[in-house]
């Protein structure tokens, strides 16, 4: 079962990494393409709140359907 475990990790870890660049490029996206007429601080944090929540979707679908999904013959 311990193998069965570990190799799980490589899809977590997958997953994981998409949802950290995925978090940077919404950022980076939203502060850099679109213009606002809030301040800097302002906009960075709605920026970071709207990045958080994409991440946050990306990583519970991504663990549930592919790192750790229910897979027949294992």
């Known amino acids: ?3 069965h475990t570990f190799s799980d990790f490589p899809r977590f870890l997958g997953v994981t990494c998409v949802g950290l660049l995925l978090n940077s490029a919404i950022i980076i996206g939203i502060t850099t393409a679109i213009p606002s007429s ?5 906009w960075l944090n ?11 979707m ?8 592919f790192a750790f999904s ?5």
């Open 1 to 3: 079962h311990l193998a």
């Open 38 to 42: 809030m301040s800097d601080i302002a």
């Open 46 to 56: 709605l920026a970071k709140v709207i990045a958080s929540a994409a991440a946050m």
């Open 58 to 65: 990306w990583n519970f679908f991504g663990y549930r359907f």
């Open 70 to 74: 229910k897979r027949t013959g294992l």
